[in-house]
C-alpha cells in the first residue's frame, strides 16, 4: 500500500533528493512552495506525513497552525528538515523526526524508513480486514455457539450470529484464519450488539505467539491492499 507525503520546501535540490527516497519507500510526493498553500491542502485533504523545510519564510507559522487545536492538520506526523539546529525545534513543534540540510542520504533514507514504520504501526493498529470465516464462541457455563467473522483488528473483532451472545463474563474465541494453519484462540469481552445479531468483540487475552501471528496477517492484507 502506497503512503502520502507532502514536502513544504523551494529547495529543489533538496526536494529532488527527498523524492527519490521517498519514492523507494513507497510514499508518493506533494511538493508545496508555499507554507500557507500546504495549509489549505492538509485541510481538504490528509497526508500520511509531512516534511516542513524549517528554513523557509513562513515556516514557524506553519508550525504553529499545525499546533492549534482547531487544526486537524496537527495530527499529521511531522518530520523537520533545514539548517544545523533544526532539530532543536522537535519539543516546541511536536516533530517526530528531523534531519539536516544538505541532506546526507544515509541520514533521511533512515530517518523517512523510522518515520514511515511509526505510520504504518498506527495506521495497522486500527485497520479492520473483512473476511468470513466461521468462529466459535463459548460463554462461561453454556454451550459453544457458531458465528461468522465479518471484520478483524489487533484489538478486536466483528461477528455475526443467529441468537443472541451473553455478554456477562469472558468468552472464549476460537477461529482460523484463511491462508494456513493460522489457529487463534482469544479470551474476549463484549462491546455492543444489536437486533440483527451483529456482535462487536474486544480482546482481552491473547498468547503472544498468536498475537505475532496475528499481526503478521492483518499487515499482509493492509498491504496487498
Known amino acids: 500500500m502506497t503512503l502520502s507525503s507532502m514536502v513544504v520546501s523551494r529547495d529543489w535540490q533538496e526536494v529532488s533528493v527527498l523524492e527519490c527516497i521517498l519514492g523507494g519507500l513507497q510514499m508518493s510526493v506533494a511538493i508545496e512552495k508555499e507554507p500557507q498553500q500546504a495549509l489549505d491542502r492538509l485541510?481538504?485533504?490528509?497526508?500520511?506525513?509531512?516534511?516542513?523545510?524549517?528554513?523557509?519564510?513562513?515556516?514557524?507559522?506553519?508550525?504553529?497552525?499545525?499546533?492549534?487545536?482547531?487544526r486537524p492538520a496537527k495530527a499529521v506526523p511531522l518530520v523537520l528538515?533545514?539548517?544545523?539546529?533544526?532539530?532543536?525545534?522537535?519539543?516546541?513543534?511536536?516533530?517526530?523526526?528531523?534531519?539536516?540540510?544538505?541532506?546526507?542520504?544515509e541520514q533521511a533514507v533512515r530517518t523517512l524508513s523510522a518515520a514511515r514504520n511509526v505510520i504504518f504501526d498506527g495506521r495497522l493498529r486500527y485497520h479492520r480486514t473483512g473476511l468470513e470465516v466461521?468462529?466459535?464462541?463459548?460463554?462461561?457455563?453454556?454451550?459453544?455457539?457458531?458465528?461468522?467473522?465479518?471484520?478483524?483488528s489487533q484489538g478486536g473483532m466483528q461477528i455475526?450470529?443467529?441468537?443472541?451472545?451473553?455478554?456477562?463474563?469472558?468468552?472464549?474465541?476460537?477461529?482460523d484464519l484463511p491462508g494456513g494453519r493460522l489457529s487463534l484462540k482469544a479470551q474476549a469481552e463484549?462491546?455492543?450488539?444489536?437486533?440483527c445479531g451483529n456482535v462487536?468483540?474486544?480482546?482481552?487475552?491473547?498468547?503472544?505467539?498468536?498475537?505475532?501471528?496475528?499481526?503478521?496477517?492483518?499487515?499482509q492484507q493492509f498491504l496487498a491492499n
Open 81 to 105: 528538515m533545514g539548517s544545523t539546529g533544526c532539530s532543536r525545534s522537535l519539543d516546541e513543534t511536536g516533530a517526530l523526526f528531523a534531519f539536516e540540510k544538505p541532506i546526507s542520504v
Open 43 to 70: 485541510s481538504k485533504s490528509k497526508v500520511d506525513a509531512l516534511i516542513v523545510d524549517c528554513d523557509l519564510n513562513g515556516s514557524s507559522q506553519l508550525l504553529r497552525e499545525l499546533q492549534s487545536a482547531e
Open 200 to 219: 462487536g468483540v474486544r480482546f482481552k487475552k491473547v498468547a503472544q505467539p498468536q498475537q505475532r501471528m496475528l499481526r503478521l496477517w492483518l499487515a
Open 134 to 152: 466461521p468462529v466459535l464462541v463459548r460463554s462461561k457455563g453454556r454451550k459453544a455457539k457458531g458465528a461468522v467473522l465479518v471484520n478483524l
Open 160 to 175: 455475526r450470529t443467529d441468537s443472541s451472545v451473553s455478554s456477562t463474563g469472558p468468552l472464549q474465541i476460537s477461529f
Open 190 to 195: 463484549i462491546v455492543w450488539q444489536d437486533q
